[in-house]
C-alpha cells in the first residue's frame, strides 16, 4: 500500500482528528484513512444547493434551522420578474 506524509498542519487541525479518532475508538491515522477514503469516493456532482447540504449527513448540525421557501420563492420573484 501507498504512504502519505502531510506537512504543515495546524496544530488545531491535528488536535481535532485526535478527537475524532478517540471519539470513533481509532488511532488519529486511521481516521485519517476513514476520512480520505470518504471524502474522495464521492461523486464529483458539482456544487450542492443549501437545501442539499441542509438535508445531507454534513449538515446535521444545521438541524435546527427552519427553511421557508415560500418566502425564497417571493424574493426570488420580485428579482428576476418571473
Do not use: N
Amino acid at each position: 500500500m501507498a504512504q502519505l506524509l502531510v506537512r504543515d498542519l495546524e496544530e488545531s487541525l491535528v488536535d481535532k482528528l485526535k478527537r475524532r479518532a478517540h471519539s470513533h475508538g481509532v488511532s488519529a491515522e486511521e481516521e485519517h484513512r476513514r476520512i480520505l477514503r470518504d471524502v474522495l469516493s464521492r461523486p464529483l456532482a458539482g456544487k450542492v444547493s443549501l437545501i442539499e447540504f441542509l438535508l445531507s449527513s454534513e449538515g446535521e448540525a444545521a438541524s435546527e434551522v427552519e427553511l421557508d421557501l415560500s418566502r425564497s420563492r417571493d424574493l426570488e420573484t420580485r428579482q428576476t420578474g418571473f
